[in-house]
Structures are given as C-alpha cells and as structure tokens.
C-alpha cells in the first residue's frame, strides 16, 4: 500500500469513527451517518499533517531520493581477466583486492629487465677489480718514473730509459681513468636497468585491481576470462560513507542555505522515522530553466539541486541496510530560529546488534577499513535504505 493509499484509509475511518449518528426521521426508520464540522475538521487536519501541507513557515519540503557515490574500478592496462574475487552485493573494504589481470607478457619484461640488472653489476665488479689491478700498475710505474727523474740527474741511466719509465707511467694512468670510465658506466646501467624493473613491476602491480575505498560492490561489469581494454570499468563501487538524498528547490527556497545546515529525511519504506541530515550541496546552475526569466513567475520556476548529507557515522552502524535509489521526502530550515515540529523530530530504529554469536549472520557495521573523512560520533543510525 503507497503512502498516499494510507492517507486515504486513515482519513476514511477516522471520519467514520468520528461521525455524529442521527435518525433521519424517515418513515421506515433508517439512520443516516452524518459527519459533523468538528469530525470533517479533524479528518482535514488529519490528512494536512500526513501530506505536510501544515509544516511551519520557514520549513520546505521537496521529494528527493537516496544516492551515494559511486567509483568504477578499472585497469590502467589492457589484459585478460585471471579472476575477479567480488560480486555484486559484496562489501569490500580499503586496499581490497577485487580482481588480478594476467600479464605473462610483462612478466617476460620483468625477468629480462632483472637480467640486465645483473649484467650490470658484473660489468661494474669487472671494472672495479681492473682499477685495481691497475692501480698497483700505476704505483710501480709512478715511483719508477721518480726514481728515473732522480737517477737522471747523476747521469746514471740514459735518457731513453728514462722516457720509457715516463710512458710506461703515462699507460699507467690513462688505464685507471679508462676502468674508471666503465665502472662509472655499470653505474649508470644498474640504475637505469633498477628504473626499468621498477617500470615493468609498478605495472605487474597495478595488474592486481584493489577497491579505493571502503562499500558495497554495485555492478560487476566483466567477468574472469574476459579480455578488457586499458580503463575500462570492470566493477562499480558504492561508497557507502557518502550517502545522500538529492532534491530540487526553489529559488527562493535555495538561497536562504547555507552549506552545513540541518535537514531531515523520511524514507518511503520506512516513513517511521526521521533521519537526521545536514545540507552538503546548492547547485550554482539552476534546472528546469524555463526560456525567459523576465517575470516574478518566470523567476520563481528556477530549480536548484540540493544535497541533503547523511553523517557517515550514522551510515556506519546500519551498514547492512543501506541502500540507494529508495524515494523519499527531504525537509530544510529556511530560517535557523525555527524549531523543528514533532513529526519532524530525530526518530531512529534501535540499532543492530553488533556482538551477535551467529556466524552466518551478516556483520551490522560497516568492516573494519575507516573512510577518510569518517569523524567520530556517537550519533545512531537510520534505517537509510
């Protein structure tokens, strides 16, 4: 039965049990159920309130329904689908993996690159260990020269041993400077050759498909087997920390907001009770734009889309409930010095409970993973379906 089928039937026996019964007068004496003024008043009052015509001057309505965000996981690269690990339905957390993409192509990369990786360090211990085989050439070959200068000088060897001593220690030297040279090269080649293993890894890495955040999987685009291009979605995610019912108001309604003002939501399925929200979100652009704007009346039909924010704590403990598309009615304060009514006033379900032994039974939080902008509160939950 719809909300406006309930109307109808409580407006219909509260009338009749509030009817005045009066005998007619008529000869065969049958009664005749007349209404009386206070009975037709009540059954008006009655079917005001339900429908929310009697609200307060400085409180709106607008029908809205419930959304949250949503995420599409995809690959930055193509590849064959090895297996998705989720479905729909399936709550994940933060950094949970959903879904691995087969890569034996980079993984070939990656070998070959780690190959060249230790080509190099042997290229380098080869070089190192020349240096130092040259340099004790090199020191021999310097204190030979020396020692030639010296003996130069009293005439004890001839000039041509002496300029061979110079050359063999000139060798000596340009030797060093050239295993210097390719040992500063294995340098340059293990870095570059670390850099490539470091490329080819960082996209085996990104081949395993993890969940950017913390809610519940919507839709499962592709399937294990399939071959998907580079960014293609292959599931959506819901971020059920960030639920919200979206609603469209009036100019002159839209203007007296302010981001951060309290806003009440009652849900179709659940008219029972009010779910406690704060405005998040005024359109800048207005909707439904008619073609002039010239006139009072023209002016009045511009629409704004408004946010009405569900705190994510609140969302937290009633996990399992949560639910988007499901219509609803959304309430805001135009004016911040008016009380909320009765009717409007915070009415929560009592919350699951969290400690229940059975182990089939699905968790009533939300899973361990915390939403980045999560804040703490002690606030309970809705039933926000």
Same mark, same amino acid.
């Given at each position: 039965?719809?909300?406006?089928?309930?109307?109808?039937?409580? @407006?219909?026996?509260?009338?009749?049990?509030?009817?005045?019964? %009066?005998?007619?007068?008529?000869?065969?004496?049958?009664?005749?159920?007349?209404?009386?003024?206070?009975?037709?008043?009540?059954?008006?009052?009655?079917?005001?309130?339900?429908?929310?015509?009697t609200l307060p001057d400085g409180i709106v309505k607008s029908n809205g329904?419930?959304?949250?965000?949503?995420?599409?996981?995809?690959?930055?690269?193509?590849?064959?689908?090895?297996?998705? #690990?989720?479905?729909?339905?399936?709550?994940?957390?933060?950094?949970?993996?959903?879904?691995?993409?087969? %890569?034996?192509?980079?993984?070939?990369?990656?070998?070959?690159?780690?190959?060249?990786?230790?080509?190099?360090?042997?290229?380098?211990?080869?070089?190192?260990a020349e240096i130092t085989s040259r340099q004790s050439a090199l020191e021999?070959?310097?204190?030979? !020269?020396?020692?030639?200068?010296?003996?130069?000088?009293?005439?004890?060897?001839?000039?041509?041993?002496?300029?061979?001593?110079?050359?063999?220690?000139?060798?000596?030297?340009?030797?060093?400077?050239?295993?210097?040279?390719?040992?500063?090269?294995?340098?340059?080649?293990?870095?570059?050759?670390?850099?490539?293993?470091?490329?080819?890894? %960082?996209?085996?890495?990104?081949?395993?498909?993890?969940?950017?955040?913390?809610?519940?999987?919507?839709?499962?685009? @592709?399937?294990?087997?399939?071959?998907?291009?580079?960014?293609?979605?292959?599931?959506?995610?819901?971020?059920?920390?960030?639920?919200?019912?979206?609603?469209?108001?009036?100019?002159?309604?839209?203007?007296?907001?302010?981001?951060?003002?309290?806003?009440?939501?009652?849900?179709?399925? /659940?008219?029972?009770?009010?779910?406690?929200?704060?405005?998040? !979100?005024? @359109? @800048?652009?207005?909707q439904f734009t008619p073609k002039t704007v010239e006139t009072t009346d023209?002016?009045? +039909?511009?629409?704004?889309?408004?946010?009405?924010?569900?705190?994510?704590?609140?969302?937290?403990?009633?996990?399992?409930? /949560? +639910?988007?598309?499901?219509?609803?009615?959304? !309430?805001?304060? #135009?004016?911040?010095?008016?009380?909320?009514?009765?009717?409007?006033?915070?009415?929560?379900?009592?919350?699951?409970?969290?400690?229940?032994?059975?182990?089939?039974?699905?968790?009533? &939080?939300?899973? &361990?993973?915390?939403?980045?902008?999560?804040?703490?509160?002690?606030?309970?939950?809705?039933?926000?379906?």
């Amino acid at each position: 039965m719809t909300i406006r089928q309930r109307v109808a039937m409580s @407006a219909f026996l509260l009338g009749i049990g509030a009817c005045a019964l %009066s005998m007619n007068g008529e000869p065969n004496g049958r009664l005749s159920i007349t209404p009386s003024a206070q009975a037709q008043g009540l059954i008006r009052n009655l079917i005001a309130r339900l429908r929310g015509a009697t609200l307060p001057d400085g409180i709106v309505k607008s029908n809205g329904r419930i959304e949250a965000t949503q995420v599409d996981v995809s690959s930055k690269y193509a590849g064959r689908l090895a297996e998705v #690990t989720v479905e729909e339905g399936s709550s994940v957390t933060q950094g949970q993996v959903i879904a691995r993409i087969s %890569s034996p192509e980079y993984e070939a990369q990656l070998r070959a690159a780690k190959a060249d990786v230790q080509k190099a360090n042997d290229a380098l211990a080869a070089a190192e260990a020349e240096i130092t085989s040259r340099q004790s050439a090199l020191e021999f070959a310097k204190s030979d !020269f020396e020692r030639g200068q010296e003996l130069m000088k009293t005439g004890f060897i001839t000039k041509q041993v002496f300029e061979q001593r110079k050359r063999n220690y000139d060798s000596a030297v340009a030797a060093v400077k050239s295993f210097t040279s390719q040992r500063d090269q294995a340098l340059s080649h293990i870095a570059n050759a670390e850099a490539e293993v470091d490329r080819i890894q %960082s996209i085996i890495d990104d081949l395993t498909l993890v969940s950017p955040r913390i809610g519940r999987v919507q839709y499962q685009l @592709a399937r294990a087997g399939e071959v998907v291009a580079a960014g293609a979605p292959i599931v959506t995610i819901l971020d059920l920390t960030d639920v919200y019912m979206t609603i469209f108001l009036p100019a002159a309604d839209a203007g007296r907001l302010t981001v951060g003002d309290e806003a009440r939501i009652i849900l179709d399925p /659940v008219p029972d009770y009010v779910i406690p929200a704060k405005v998040s !979100f005024v @359109a @800048a652009d207005a909707q439904f734009t008619p073609k002039t704007v010239e006139t009072t009346d023209e002016r009045a +039909k511009l629409m704004f889309r408004t946010k009405l924010k569900i705190d994510p704590q609140i969302l937290q403990q009633f996990y399992t409930r /949560v +639910k988007t598309g499901v219509r609803g009615m959304g !309430f805001v304060r #135009t004016k911040a010095d008016v009380e909320w009514p009765e009717e409007l006033q915070v009415k929560l379900p009592k919350p699951p409970d969290a400690n229940t032994t059975d182990d089939k039974a699905p968790p009533a &939080t939300a899973p &361990t993973a915390q939403a980045p902008d999560d804040k703490a509160s002690e606030t309970k939950t809705p039933d926000a379906k």
